[in-house]
């Protein structure tokens, strides 16, 4: 059996011989999309310009060679069904132009799922190297955020590096959940040196997700790795011991910094929707005023951020943020029923594929464990950033086009 090294040596030679079969034309663009997970540690407008553009040179491959059999893929279909939805419910709302834009920028997301799918990832190779472009990515943030610990500190149970905002702990909880899901999956399955390593970078990244003091894209990785462990080959025993480890780390970090003690501590548990004065509560309670202006299909997509003050009027306990924090109310008030039942069905339709998948192969790591990254995203409770906004599509969608992707090794598994 090949030792973890002799295992990387051979996956890279693979990488490098299956690029040097490509042309130039793909060499570019296959590059390029392998550079995403470091151009989304820039800033927002440099990784949606790489996403965005990897959708285009989809679309420009499939005109070009008439390719769109992709077309009748069954969450491609359920994801076309929403967004015909989302542009229904934007023609007929209050800010038609504003909402259809809104609708159609939204698009480049899955968008791009359907280009790692279906164009850029359709060797195992391009796939398994984006796979150690997400890892490099998971690296270079742990370290941009050891780096602010040792050199400023958590400001107010925060951290704000590279971005300057309070947000770094998004990129490692959604961009990089893929690999710190294998992370997991390896560091209890009890394989010698190879989980050893991978329960420290583990330990270590999840670690510092506390610092960052993001809770819920904390709790997204906490739990979506507790799942991805049980998912591919578990050993009851390293399982327990690296959740214990963890928590003793997590608590010791609770035990040293005040702060963040309060933040994961009274502060958490005083948000949680116990009661009218509950901050969540006051903000889902205008999404519910603006799902009863218009029950059927909605005040129309991103809308909700424009009209909250003016439907909300003269009602009282009711908070107007951009957006609700739950995508499921999200989509209730701003595309109706309609919308919602739809949302549900392109959110199910992708997480059973992934699923799919570990039904075919569970006894690879990335089948396995696949159908995790959708579920822990579009799980209905709890807190969530905007549905239709761009920082937080960018990460997840990122990382949702890589678990989907997946299916690829399974055409390939004989190769």
């Known amino acids: 059996m090949l030792v973890a090294k002799d295992m990387v040596l051979v996956i890279l030679t693979k990488i490098y011989m299956h690029f040097k079969e490509l042309d130039l034309s793909q060499k570019i663009t296959h590059g390029f999309y392998l550079l995403g997970p470091l151009f989304m540690l820039i800033e927002r407008s440099p990784g949606d310009a790489w996403l965005s553009l990897c959708g285009l040179i989809f679309l420009g491959h499939c005109i070009a060679s008439r390719t769109w059999h992709w077309l009748r893929t069954g969450w491609v279909k359920c994801t076309f069904l929403f967004w015909g939805v989302c542009i229904v419910s934007a023609l007929l709302s209050e800010l038609p132009l504003y909402s259809l834009g809104e609708a159609i920028a939204w698009f480049r997301f899955p968008l791009f ?94 670690s510092v997700s506390v610092f960052a003091g993001e809770r819920v894209n904390f709790i997204i990785r906490a739990c979506g790795g507790m799942l991805a462990g049980l998912s591919w080959k578990p050993k009851l025993l390293p399982y327990c011991i690296l959740i214990g480890i963890e928590l003793a780390a997590v608590a010791g970090v609770f035990l040293a910094n005040d702060t963040l003690a309060s933040r994961f501590g009274s502060q958490f548990i005083n948000s949680i929707p116990m009661s009218e004065n509950s901050t969540f509560i006051k903000i889902w309670k205008g999404a519910i005023i603006a799902f009863q202006e218009s029950p059927i299909i909605g005040i129309g997509p991103d809308v909700y951020r424009k009209m909250c003050p003016t439907i909300t009027q003269g009602f009282d306990l009711v908070v107007c943020h951009p957006h609700p924090h739950n995508y499921y109310i999200q989509l209730l008030a701003e595309t109706g029923v309609i919308g919602l039942v739809a949302g549900c069905i392109m959110i199910t339709s992708i997480i059973l594929t992934c699923f799919s998948y570990r039904k075919i192969d569970k006894d690879n790591i990335f089948t396995a464990i696949a159908y995790v990254i959708p579920l822990a995203f579009f799980f209905p409770i709890r807190s969530s950033g905007d549905f239709f906004g761009q920082w937080n599509n960018q990460f997840m969608w990122s990382a949702i086009a890589f678990a989907l992707a997946a299916g690829t090794l399974l055409q390939q598994r004989k190769a």
């Open 113 to 206: 799922a359907f280009a790692s799918c279906f164009y850029f990832c359709k060797s195992k190779e391009i796939f398994y190297a984006m796979a150690i472009s997400i890892f490099t990515g998971m690296l270079f943030m742990t370290g941009i955020l050891i780096a602010e610990i040792l050199v400023v500190g958590p400001q107010s149970g925060r951290l704000s590096w590279p971005y300057g905002d309070l947000t770094p702990g998004n990129y490692l909880a959604k961009a990089c959940l893929p690999m710190f899901c294998i992370l997991i999956a390896l560091a209890v399955a009890n394989k010698g040196k190879l989980s050893s390593t991978a329960a420290v970078i583990s330990l270590i990244t999840i």
